[in-house]
């Protein structure tokens, strides 16, 4: 099975779902490099599928703050 999640250390995208840390969030693996992280938005990568979304909502003038809550990135982020 495919997860659309991508290895902060290597950015492999070889992710298996490793259970669930005490605070319910998803925990993955990397088969690649071995390393264990847990779903968080705030190092996700903004890859291009994502910037080309944003620029949607940009220019349908949705204020940023809906933006970020949607895609799941930081305001000051986007204003950068
Ligand atoms: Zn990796």
Redo the contacts with the bound molecule.
């Keep these: 099975m495919t997860i659309e999640m991508t290895?902060p250390?290597?950015g492999?995208h070889d992710i298996s779902k490793n259970g669930t840390t005490r605070r319910g969030k998803q925990n993955y693996k990397?088969r690649?490099?071995n390393?264990q992280f847990i779903e968080d938005p705030q190092w996700k990568p903004k890859d291009k599928d994502t910037r080309a979304f944003i620029d949607l909502l940009l220019l349908e003038k949705i204020p940023l703050a809906g933006i970020a809550r949607a895609t799941h990135v930081s305001e000051s982020w986007l204003q950068g």
Excluded: A, L
């Design positions: 290895c250390t290597c492999s990397c690649d490099c390393r």
